[in-house]
């Protein structure tokens, strides 16, 4: 009876579980994993209509060109989610880590430095068009 409201994997299609979150913005809140967790991640949110999700989530694949990717905010040491005042801030501190000046008496260190900076810099801009 209660089988009906179970839904099943969007990836296997395996019987899912009611499962607590442990960790993550979700903390505390509940969803549905896959029965065969931790062989298949499938997840599905609670609120969810099983039967209308197929769950597009794809962090692997590419953006339109131009856009900010899970690659830059990697970069920037941020979460996709975080607030541009966090992103703001964590991108002044690699500034700071990575600043050629702290480096000028190691070559090889300044030449690496200078390279991470660009990254940063690059990231940075990316992420900042979508704002
Ligand atoms: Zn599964």
């Not at 505390?28 to 597009?56: I, K, M, N």
């Not at 541009?84 to 801030?89: C, L, S, T, V």
Request: aromatic fraction near 8%; include cysteine; glycine fraction near 6%.
């Amino acid at each position: 009876m209660t089988e009906e409201t179970i839904p099943r994997c969007p990836y296997c299609d395996s019987p899912m579980e009611l499962r607590t979150a442990r960790r993550g913005f979700n903390k505390g809140g509940q969803f549905w994993g896959c029965s065969r967790f931790p062989e298949c991640r499938g997840t599905q949110d609670l609120s969810e209509d099983p039967t209308s999700s197929t769950s597009e989530r794809n962090p692997e694949s590419s953006p339109a060109d131009g856009e900010a990717t899970a690659q830059h905010y990697s970069i920037l040491d941020v979460d996709p989610t975080a607030s541009p005042e966090e992103i703001k801030h964590s991108y002044r501190t690699l500034v700071k880590v990575w600043h050629p000046d702290r480096h000028r008496h190691d070559p090889v260190v300044l030449a690496k430095a200078q390279e991470k900076l660009k990254t940063i810099n690059l990231a940075y801009e990316k992420i900042k068009e979508g704002w």
